[in-house]
């Protein structure tokens, strides 16, 4: 069974940074890549960054505040954020995405992040 579980949110405040998990199991974790997306209420999902086990790729809106790694011994994906605003806020999801694929066909359940100004 696939499965993807993010982790790590939690209420911090502005200026701080935190560092999400993404633990994988049940595929071959370098056959895939993992993305990082997130959904701030009342706002359309946004794909922040992504990372396969040759690349790695970022939104143009992340400006150099997030930085995403692979533990390919954990099949773990992680994301570093910086600098921390309140529009940070929202919930942040993992996705994997079969290599040559067109489409993210796992998704974890989320975690959420609250930045109090």
């Known amino acids: 069974e696939v499965q993807l579980q993010a982790s790590g949110g939690g209420l911090v405040q502005a200026g701080g940074s935190l560092r999400l998990s993404c633990a994988t199991a049940g595929f071959t974790f370098d056959d895939y890549a993992i993305a990082w997306f997130r959904q701030a209420p009342g706002k359309e999902r946004e794909e922040l960054a992504c990372?396969?086990?040759?690349?790695?790729t970022y939104s143009n809106s992340v400006e150099g505040r997030f930085t995403t790694s692979r533990d390919s011994a954990k099949n773990a994906v992680y994301l570093e954020i910086d600098s921390l605003k309140p529009e940070d806020t929202a919930v942040y999801y993992c996705?994997?995405?079969?290599?040559?694929?067109?489409?993210?066909?796992?998704w974890g359940q989320g975690t959420q992040v609250t930045v109090s100004s």
């Open positions: 996705a994997a995405q079969l290599l040559g694929g067109h489409n993210y066909g796992y």
């Open positions: 990372a396969s086990s040759s690349d790695t």
